[in-house]
């Protein structure tokens, strides 16, 4: 069966663009509903003017379905329905802890490479590019990926590669491979199509009416260090779990050498093996994971959350905090920090 017709180039007149938005049991419910309503909204923001988007919710088959977090959608269209769409975009999953179980959905698979095939755009956001890995397009490919997921997907499809710091990725021959980061970059994904399809006035527009934000930052900011202690290495691993809570003090690589009897280059070698980091530069993880919680919890100063994690230096720990997460401390203290009208308060009576 024919497909939607295709629109006209980007900013030309014509019928508007069929956005295929691919709803299955694995996937987020806020994220499918908040692309809908987002490329849907032009006829909010002018009744009157042109709809550059048909978004319409396709599944294996049409009628209602119960997504991950158990509230139903409605499927409008079954997919063998569609012969030619202009994008597909795959929500978010979620991918429980034995990771994602590949083979599940062939029909799918075999539909997003028959849509590339005729010339559409495939999206993923965050986490919905483990279903679009299947195809095998992403291969030998540049992308993106929840940061939570990163080392489940770089397992199952170690031929993709991943970058879980970037917000958004277009790759492919023809930029027709599109992929978002964490969680709610789907804003930016659907901002890019927006921008690339209707125009930056238009994405602009959008943007402004939904009080959406680009996350021009990366994602960096956001990530939560976490050292790597799947390696099997038992002397390593009690060397992280000590430093974990001694990365303040003078020389801590020192001691951990120290401590695991090891020859000072046997043990950087091993350490470097097993953790994927170098022994300074894991301690530096730790200390600035550590300024950023206090940042975001307390009203201590910079120079006193340096002193605090292990540097004396201030203009130093500012350099690498910069280095390692993209801001500035003070930039990443009114990012993260809780407004103070969201604070919990204590009242007390009058007298007591």
Known sequence: MAGPPTASAPGGAGAARHVALLALPDAAVSTLSGIFDVMNAFALLDPDGPKPFQ???VGLRPGPLELASRVPVMVQRAVETIGATDIVIVPSVVVG???WRKGRYPELVRWLRAMHASGALLCSACSGIFLIAETGLFDGMDATVHFGYARAFAEAYPDVRIHP?????VAGRQEELISSGASMTWHDLVLYLIARHAGTTAAQDVARFFALQWHQ??????????????????????AQDWVAGHFQVA????????????AERTFKRRFTGATGLAPIAYVQRLRIEDAKR???????????????VGYEDPAFFRRLFRRVTGLAPGAYRRRFRIPDFAQSRRTTRAGS
């Open 251 to 262: 020389d801590p690589v020192a001691e951990m050498v120290r401590r695991t009897g090891l």
């Open 165 to 169: 710091e970037r917000v958004l990725v």
């Open 97 to 99: 802890p034995d990771g």
């Open 217 to 238: 930052d990366g994602l960096t900011p956001f990530m939560v260090f976490e050292g790597r202690r799947d390696h099997g290495d038992r002397a390593i691993e009690a």
């Open 55 to 57: 978004v319409e919710i």
């Open 294 to 308: 206090r940042l975001e919890r307390t009203s201590s100063s910079v120079d006193e959350i340096s002193w605090q």
